[in-house]
Nanobody, 116 residues
Framework: QVRLVESGGGLVQPGGSLRLSCAAS????????MSWYRQAPGKERELVAG????????NYADSVKGRFTISRDNNKNTVYLQMNSLKPDDTAVYYC?????????WGQGTQVTVSS
């Protein structure tokens, strides 16, 4: 059974940091490119960051460049999103995604709220 389980979300003040984790099981993790998406209320889901199979290449949305870092540990079947200098506009549900060709999996999401 394929599972992607996100954790690490919560309430943080502007300027603060959070580290999201996504633990994968039920598929060959190292075959899949991994990404983080987010969806704010009333908005479409958007790509935040992506990382290739072995972590050699990463990409980021312009809105998070220089503040967020995506990484992965293929030995632990886990992908991470380090989020620094958080802003209220970063408030959203964050979703983990695994993609390999036509095969695509999603996690259930974790809420991140940035507010004073």
């Amino acid at each position: 059974q394929v599972r992607l389980v996100e954790s690490g979300g919560g309430l943080v003040q502007p300027g603060g940091s959070l580290r999201l984790s996504c633990a994968a099981s039920g598929f060959t993790f190292s075959r899949y490119a991994m990404s983080w998406y987010r969806q704010a209320p009333g908005k479409e889901r958007e790509l935040v960051a992506g990382i290739t199979r072995y972590g050699f290449t990463t990409n980021y949305a312009d809105s998070v460049k220089g503040r967020f870092t995506i990484s992965r540990d293929n030995n632990k079947n886990t992908v991470y999103l380090q989020m620094n200098s958080l802003k209220p506009d970063d408030t959203a549900v964050y979703y983990c995604n695994a993609t390999w060709g036509p095969s695509r999996y999603w996690g259930q999401g974790t809420q991140v709220t940035v507010s004073s």
